[in-house]
């Protein structure tokens, strides 16, 4: 099955500035990769997602890039607000074996926007 | 809002009890995922259903069971549970079964066991 690793666990980063999360996956048939955010008792919102045959995607603030050779892909804040503090999920899919279809998530990252 | 609702919202009980939790899929969604989010193992997909139908299994404990009725709505059974049960469980929905299908998740159920 797929294995998602995602760094790193907590991120501080000033406001304005900019943040970078990494995450690797191990199943090469792997082809869907979202990013969800998470704040503190609430549910995962889906907030950009990237499939294997479009190497980059931005909207607005935040983009995400795709390496499938290297079997990683980033997600990219830049200008962060006080808002973006939150903990980011990476997530692949791997339709390999039985055919599932359940996202295998990262462990997260905790992202602290210090004003 | 996501449109995906759960119910209930919070659940305390004992150990060796059994739960049912409810999912209802946005509208128009056929496929229903249930997922796991504790400290320890972080956010896990336990089972699928589209259109009635078991789709995929995850790390679903055999204890565990679900179903998705022919209004589309799913619930999720916990038996004999167990102390390291205690963990918030989401539903999401997506329109097809499909791996690259966008899901989107609801509030979730924050379970206790004690």
């Known amino acids: 099955g797929e294995n998602v690793e995602q760094h790193p666990s907590t991120l501080s980063v000033q406001e304005g500035d900019s943040a970078v999360i990494k995450c690797t996956y191990s199943?090469?048939?792997?082809?869907?990769f979202p990013w969800y955010k998470q704040e503190l008792g609430k549910r995962p919102q889906l907030i950009i997602d990237?499939?294997?045959?479009?190497g980059e995607k931005k909207d607005q603030r935040i983009a995400v890039t795709l390496n499938k050779t290297a079997k990683h892909f980033s997600l990219h804040i830049t200008e962060t607000q006080p808002e973006d503090s939150a903990v980011y999920f990476c997530?692949?899919?791997?339709?390999?074996?039985?055919?599932?279809?359940?996202?295998?998530f990262g462990k997260g990252t905790h992202l602290i926007i210090q004003p | 809002d996501s449109g995906v609702t759960q119910t209930p919202k919070h659940l305390i009980t004992a150990t060796g009890q059994r739960v049912t939790l409810r999912c209802s899929p946005r509208?128009?969604?056929?496929?229903v995922y249930w997922y796991q989010q504790s400290l320890d193992q972080g956010l896990q997909f336990l089972i699928q259903?589209?259109?009635?139908?078991?789709?995929a299994k995850g790390n679903i404990l055999e204890r565990f069971s679900a179903q998705q009725f022919p209004d589309l709505h799913s619930e999720l059974n916990l038996s004999s549970l167990e102390l390291g049960d205690s963990a918030l469980y989401f539903c999401?929905?997506?329109?097809?079964?499909?791996?690259?299908?966008?899901?989107?998740f609801g509030p979730g159920t924050r379970l206790t066991v004690l």
């Open positions: 997530a692949a899919t791997s339709n390999s074996g039985g055919g599932a279809d359940g996202l295998t």
């Open positions: 999401a929905s997506s329109v097809e079964p499909l791996r690259d299908s966008e899901q989107f």
């Open positions: 990237i499939r294997s045959n479009v």
């Open positions: 259903y589209y259109n009635g139908e078991e789709r």
């Open positions: 199943d090469s048939a792997s082809n869907y």
């Open positions: 509208s128009g969604d056929l496929s």
